[in-house]
């Protein structure tokens, strides 16, 4: 049974009524076939009303969803041969970040990404998707190594953020997202960044310089949650519904903005429906991507990576 | 009575708060906050800023800082009318940096350009956190980038002074963004051979301090200032226990490994002339 939204109420009661009326045609020898015909084209019409039309505060609760699609679902469905990878060799292993070696249509890949839990076990031991250094420093110390073996990187991103802690403080939570940053900037093989969830800040921006960045549909990417914005402009972290709107932090905010390459379309209800469709989606972007960043010699993939982030953010001259 | 104790070990330890605002004329006179002694502002000025009595670091602003440092008349500003666009179309933005704008005589966060330092020309950036608590939109990614740049095709070295609360919320993930612009130009100039000298000073938070901030060849800090990835009371809240006072100070970064050192405002100077002259112009081989 996946968790109902709010919004999505009418839709998911329709759907089981209809439901109910085959069961019952099946169990009984009533004929209801023109019923369901009418309800199911009622149907087809309520999906587009509801799904269609999402609000970006509907997004930021798609993008939540606990059941969404989480990086390990995607990589199980993209790539063959995975091999996870532990440890930042300094510290720990962080268990919020997953990363390793993979095929990618019988081509080497490295794929890293921030990994939640599915429930609450498993969320304690992922602390949530939200990583410590040692996380960022792994992420790195395997981006390195495919640099080294010319292999190309596959970023997912799905964090509300690094993680707000003491330890993490004080082992240098920004040198180590300033470090991934600067690092990922001279990496002389292509990255693909894919946002697949909640696009958390700096946390997200760890593992997102790439030479593109694409985003599910029903994706977030923000610089602060839509809570906390709310709590910092209006003094009332239950006006966030206002804040989604106001950050502009969905993915076509973000397209419209300049910062994303592509929309990767979701499957209408959100991703978590049908997840090997959503990752033959992924698939999709993720070929054309790998498939146009090969050309690029070395000199000019840092180029272009450069020309890229140069000219996000809008300035003007003051009149004199 | 713990306090007490606390305080004859780390002087520089307490940040400026509530107690510290001054019941004093404003202007003319000074309550410092790490000793409480209240004195003319001139006296302070006359020192760096910094108080004669207990060595608290008082924020210099951007011309302060670059008269305290640069040879006389050797200062060369670059994109100085450079200013935003308010791209979110963000509720009284405008506003508020035309308010930041008259209050502190800058047209933005940060100060860019070149000038001589004991003989060695430099490209300098200093933030100033008067100007919208020195936090980071497009304008002032956009400069430091340019700053860093130029110090690359100059072959000079690039030395900033930060002082940020972080990414700016009015221009949203554009903000976030000039985290990567900067420390994709950084990436430039190390690679290189570049000399990159980041000194933070009180507050470097977020996203300032998670990216160009921690990136130099040499990361300094002033004495006492706060510096950190997430808001002290974020983290008290999530790890739900109450954090030591002279957590995310300078003092403790330096601890906990993540500085090259704490420099005294009075040696500041003289630090950076040793590694300018250990270095030379862009950091070659000579
Ligand atoms: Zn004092």
């Keep these: 049974m996946k968790q109902v939204l709010d919004f999505e109420k009418p839709v998911i009661e329709l759907r089981g009524k209809i439901e109910e009326l085959k069961k019952l045609t099946q169990e009984s020898e009533m004929d209801l076939s023109e019923e369901i015909e009418t309800l199911e084209q009622r149907l087809e019409k309520l999906e587009e009303d509801v799904y269609d039309r999402l609000t970006p505060w509907n997004r930021v609760q798609m993008a939540r969803h606990p059941e969404r699609p989480t990086t390990l679902d995607y990589i199980h469905s993209i790539f063959t041969d995975f091999m996870e990878l532990h440890g930042d060799r300094l510290y720990g292993d962080d268990e919020a970040i997953v990363a390793g070696i993979a095929k990618y249509k019988n081509q080497p890949v490295t794929v890293i990404g921030h990994q939640r839990g599915k429930d609450t076990k498993e969320n304690l031991r992922r602390n949530f998707g939200m990583p410590h250094p040692e996380g960022y420093r792994k992420a790195l110390r395997l981006m390195k190594q495919a640099d080294k073996f010319n292999r190309p990187i596959v970023c997912f991103i799905d964090t509300k953020g690094a993680y707000p802690g003491k330890a993490a403080e004080e082992r240098g939570q920004s040198e180590a997202i300033a470090r991934n940053l600067m690092e990922m900037a001279g990496l002389t093989v292509p990255v693909v960044c894919i946002v697949i969830g909640e696009g958390g800040s700096g946390g997200a921006l760890a593992l997102g310089v790439g030479d593109h960045i694409h985003m599910l549909e029903n994706s977030t990417y923000s610089v602060i949650s839509p809570e906390g914005a709310a709590a910092l402009l209006w003094k009332d972290s239950n006006l966030a519904q206002n804040a989604a709107e106001t950050m502009k932090i969905t993915s076509y905010d973000l397209k419209e903005l300049g910062i994303v390459d592509k929309v990767i379309p979701e499957i209408r209800g959100g991703a978590h429906r049908d997840i090997k469709g959503q990752a033959k989606k992924i698939d999709q972007v993720l070929q054309e991507s790998l498939e146009g960043l090969k050309s690029l010699s070395k000199e000019e993939l840092l180029e272009t990576r450069w020309e890229k982030y140069k000219k996000i953010g809008d300035y003007t001259t003051l009149p004199l | ?286």
């Design chain 2, 1 to 286: 009575m713990l306090r007490d104790i606390f305080n004859k070990k780390r002087k520089y330890a307490s940040l400026p708060n509530q107690e510290g605002k001054q019941d004093v004329p404003e202007g003319l006179m000074q309550k410092c906050p790490g000793c409480n002694k209240i004195y003319y502002r001139k006296e302070l000025e006359r020192n760096l800023n910094v108080c004669p009595h207990c060595d608290y670091h008082h924020q210099q602003n951007a011309y302060e800082r670059l008269e305290s440092l640069l040879e006389k008349d050797s200062f060369e500003e670059w994109d100085r009318y450079m200013v935003s666009t308010n791209p979110l179309g963000f509720p009284e933005y405008e506003e508020k940096l035309e308010k930041d704008r008259k209050k502190s005589g800058l047209n933005e966060a940060v100060i860019t350009g070149k000038g001589k330092i004991r003989g060695y020309e430099t490209a300098i950036a200093v933030m100033d956190a008067r100007f919208r608590m020195g936090s980071m939109g497009a304008v002032v990614g956009e400069k430091i980038a340019n700053a860093i740049e130029q110090a690359r095709k100059e072959k000079i070295p690039f030395i900033i002074f930060t002082a940020s609360g972080g990414a700016r919320m009015q221009e949203g993930v554009i903000s976030l963004m000039q985290m990567t612009k900067t420390s994709v130009a950084i990436q430039r100039l190390h690679a290189e051979g570049g000399l990159m000298i980041s000194v933070m000073t009180h507050p470097t938070t977020g996203g300032v301090s998670a990216s160009f901030a921690s990136l130099g060849d040499f990361n300094f800090a002033e004495p006492g200032a706060l510096i950190g990835f997430a808001g002290r009371r974020i983290i008290e809240q999530t790890i739900r226990e109450k954090l030591p006072e002279d957590f995310q100070t300078a003092e403790f970064l330096l601890k906990h490994g993540q500085l090259d050192d704490v420099v005294h405002r009075h040696d500041l100077k003289n630090k950076l002339e040793t590694i300018l002259s250990i270095h030379q112009p862009g950091g070659e081989l000579s």
